[in-house]
């Protein structure tokens, strides 16, 4: 029950600080984005102190380890992925181009009887 208070605390203050963008609109925009910027911390903090807030912020720091030990391409093979990916994009899309106007030119020719 208390972790659900803690989640419904925290989305309060999180809608207040959305409310409270929108409705003080005169302000600098600066000032805004620093009291939804600063609403938004103070929403993690609270939610962080449940139990799912501590399951997540496990989960992020387990996602970040694995996420280190990930062997990343060099940039020459990168780079050849990616212009291997692009190529092979262009080549798709100029085969459906091709399909799209044949299929039209055979179903506007059947429609109209050209």
């Keep these: 029950m208390?972790?659900?208070l803690k989640?419904?605390?925290?989305?309060?203050?999180?809608?207040?600080?959305?409310?409270?963008?929108s409705y003080f609109d005169q302000w600098l925009q600066v000032a805004r984005v620093g009291l939804i910027l600063t609403t938004v911390a103070?929403?993690?903090a609270v939610a962080a102190t449940?139990?799912?807030?501590?399951e997540a912020i496990k989960f992020a720091s387990?996602?970040?380890?694995?996420?280190?030990k990930?062997?990343?391409?060099?940039?020459?093979?990168?780079?050849?992925?990616?212009?291997?990916v692009l190529a092979g994009a262009i080549i798709a899309s100029l085969?459906?181009?091709m399909a799209d106007s044949i299929l039209f030119k055979?179903?506007?020719g059947l429609i109209l009887g050209a």
Excluded: C, M, N
């Design 70 to 84: 990930v062997v990343w391409p060099a940039r020459p093979e990168a780079t050849q992925i990616t212009l291997i």
């Design 42 to 44: 103070v929403a993690i």
């Design 106 to 108: 055979v179903v506007y």
């Design 95 to 97: 085969f459906i181009w």
């Design 7 to 21: 989640l419904l605390i925290a989305f309060l203050i999180l809608a207040a600080g959305v409310f409270a963008f």
């Design 50 to 54: 449940s139990t799912q807030g501590k």
């Design 62 to 68: 387990k996602a970040k380890s694995e996420g280190q």
């Design 2 to 4: 208390a972790d659900k």
